[in-house]
């Protein structure tokens, strides 16, 4: 469940979706990031901590949404950080868990972890010999967090960076997201811990995904406003999804047959035409 990716710095391997958390270790105290989906993952990661001979008294947040902040009730007491619009995200999920585990709504709230530090833009943990800023990275949800480990140069990027799967921005905007990757695509990284799939090594390589990531946003983006401008409807998203396949856009990037990868796909596709659907509709090349 744990892999060290740097001296001291882990990323924790959860059952959902190839999900990643983290772990830094320095020597002044020890820092979770995110508490994975389960109970006994998050449970697993305090363990963990308490054998390095740290108490388990800091977690910050990449994002707020389940897969990441459900199993942390092993972390009830810790400083909990996040973005300062954290909150309303995980507000936004409590109708949904109580009517997932049939209890009310103020039940199903008191059940999740809340935050207790909150930050705008920026804020910088100190770990003696490790120092991890925390920067605000939206675009798959408006609280989207990084965490750099700025020593060993590695990444913790929750969901705005997904090396398993094509992004997803449910509650979020491509737009933004993209702007997020280019800007991630200019930071000196050689370990990319990602929220879903597998860890990624090399400035290079790293870049390159990035970089194709945003790209793939940009042309999707650009063959939606086509097709809209051509009077397709917005109804008729089986019609776009037809110009806008998953080989020709993904292709061997990622595996057709893992994670439903052509219905997450056809999600990408269904939510940029909702957002193109409410700006304009002027055709611009995608540019990097």
Known sequence: MFQEVASGVYAVYNRFVEGKAGIV???????ALDACNYADEGASMAAFIREQGFPVDRLALTHGHGDHILGADAFVGAQIIAQITTPQVIERQVEGWANRWDVSPADARARVIHPNFVFETRAELDLGDKHVQLFATPGHSEDGVCALVVEDRVL???DTVVTGIVPAFGDGDSRVLERTLY???SLDIEVLVSGHGPVMRGHDVIRRWLTDTAAYLAEVR???RQGLARGQSLDGIDDILEAIPFERLVGERLPRDAHNMTKRHAN?????VQ????GDLLLAEPTE
């Open 183 to 185: 800007r991630l695509a």
């Open 268 to 272: 990408v596709v269904a939510k940029i």
């Open 275 to 278: 957002e193109c659907a409410r």
């Open 156 to 158: 913790f990027a929750g």
């Open 222 to 224: 650009y063959l939606v």
């Open 25 to 31: 270790v320095g020597s002044h105290g020890a820092l």
